[in-house]
């Protein structure tokens, strides 16, 4: 049903986000309010439904987090995984495992669209600021 990764993240198989997606709904649209984002919870789902994104929840004997991922191919011929709208708790500790997959799908950078406090929150990490966006050479 879902993939398990360390950390308390999984991936969640496409034929499972029906059933998953009432409960990271209810985080991920706390996160878009918090940040007034552009999108709704129902342009990410639209996503998820056409493989254009991925789900991911962390869990921790229930569900504390959740967001999205999407491999992205430049102009330039790069790939890049976008990993947007995470919200909950374990997040942070669930990059390093996304930063694999994202090098296995043959990227060469993770880049985070996100708030002004995920800079702080993950420049220990590697992430740095070159815009409004955070990015991880990996």
Same mark, same amino acid.
């Given at each position: 049903?879902?993939?398990?990764?360390?950390?308390?993240?999984?991936?969640?198989?496409?034929?499972?986000?029906e059933a998953i997606?009432?409960? *990271?709904?209810?985080?991920?649209a706390v996160a878009l309010d918090r940040s007034e984002s552009d999108f709704t919870a129902a342009h990410i789902k639209a996503r998820?439904? *056409?493989?254009?994104?991925?789900?991911?929840?962390?869990?921790?004997?229930?569900?504390?987090?959740?967001? #999205?991922?999407?491999?992205?191919k430049l102009e330039n011929g790069r790939k890049i995984c976008v990993v947007g709208t995470f919200a909950g708790d374990g997040w942070k500790d669930a990059l390093p495992q996304i930063e694999q997959y994202a090098r296995q799908e043959g990227c060469s950078a993770v880049r985070i669209y996100g708030r002004h406090g995920w800079v702080r929150q993950?420049?220990?990490?590697?992430? #740095?600021?070159p815009w409004v966006v955070m990015e991880k050479k990996i």
């Open positions: 049903m879902l993939q398990a990764l360390p950390n308390g993240l999984l991936c969640v198989a496409p034929q499972f986000v997606w009432p409960h *990271a709904e209810r985080l991920i998820i439904d *056409a493989g254009q994104s991925l789900l991911w929840i962390v869990w921790d004997s229930a569900l504390v987090g959740a967001g #999205t991922s999407s491999i992205e993950l420049r220990d990490r590697g992430y #740095t600021q």
